[in-house]
């Protein structure tokens, strides 16, 4: 099980809602996480795939950072099941490509935009996310 730590929790969430309005501010664009990725994968022709290598790599080194700060590792919850793990990463791609666009773009952005689309998609994998918690630690003993 996980704990909830509010004041971790609430920290986490200004700086992500803070990295997100400046990223709109600066650039024009929703930090939506697929989206970015793609981006730094697949440059596209209006030449921001530096500005997506950025994103990334800052996404990669915050672990890292927070490491070096506290002192602490940086828990993971993650199962070790690879052949589990790589059918979860497959789903989650299908379903952005699906919903165009991702939890954060669509759960972060969108929402506070007010987006309808965005309320479907975060109503969507929100309750997706519940069903398969619930089935996987009460029904297949997880």
């Known amino acids: 099980m996980t704990e909830f730590?509010?004041?971790s929790s609430l920290a986490?969430?200004?700086l992500l809602g803070l990295s997100s309005v400046l990223l709109m501010l600066f650039s024009g664009r929703i930090a939506g996480?697929?989206?970015i990725i793609r981006r730094a994968i697949m440059p596209d022709p209006n030449g921001?795939?530096?500005?997506?290598?950025?994103?990334?790599?800052?996404l990669v080194?915050?672990?890292l950072v927070y490491s070096g700060v506290t002192g602490a590792g940086v828990p993971q919850t993650v199962g070790e099941n690879l052949p589990v793990l790589a059918v979860a990463g497959l789903l989650v791609g299908f379903g952005s490509i699906?919903?165009?666009g991702c939890t954060s773009g669509h759960g972060v952005c969108g929402l506070s935009r007010m987006s309808a689309r965005s309320i479907v998609a975060t109503g969507t994998?929100?309750?997706t996310a519940a069903v398969t918690v619930y089935l996987v630690r009460h029904v297949l003993g997880g």
């Open 98 to 100: 699906l919903g165009s």
């Open 48 to 58: 921001r795939a530096l500005e997506a290598l950025a994103f990334t790599a800052g």
């Open 125 to 127: 994998f929100m309750a």
């Open 12 to 14: 986490g969430g200004a």
């Open 5 to 7: 730590t509010p004041l």
């Open 33 to 35: 996480i697929a989206g």
């Open 61 to 63: 080194a915050a672990p």
